[in-house]
């Protein structure tokens, strides 16, 4: 019998969704696969419409500007 696939979790985000939240439910998770060494889990991240969330867009505009 083949081994099982590793799960995948997927986060929906809604417009005004908290960063901090969203770190703190992937952050176990990628700790958890980077210190496995194989692939144990995995994650999408989707929105209700398939299109951007205004909230990350502006997360991932600003990650790049001097503090």
């Given at each position: 019998m083949p081994p099982?696939?590793?799960?995948?979790?997927?986060?929906?985000l809604f417009d005004g969704f908290s960063n901090m939240v969203l770190a703190s439910a992937m952050e176990p998770l990628r700790d958890v696969r980077m210190?496995?060494?194989?692939?144990?889990?995995?994650?999408?991240?989707?929105?209700?419409?398939?299109?951007?969330?205004?909230q990350f867009q502006r997360a991932a505009n600003h990650a790049g500007r001097r503090f």
């Open positions: 099982n696939p590793p799960p995948i979790f997927e986060f929906l210190n496995a060494g194989q692939e144990t889990a995995g994650w999408r991240v989707t929105t209700l419409d398939g299109g951007a969330c205004a």
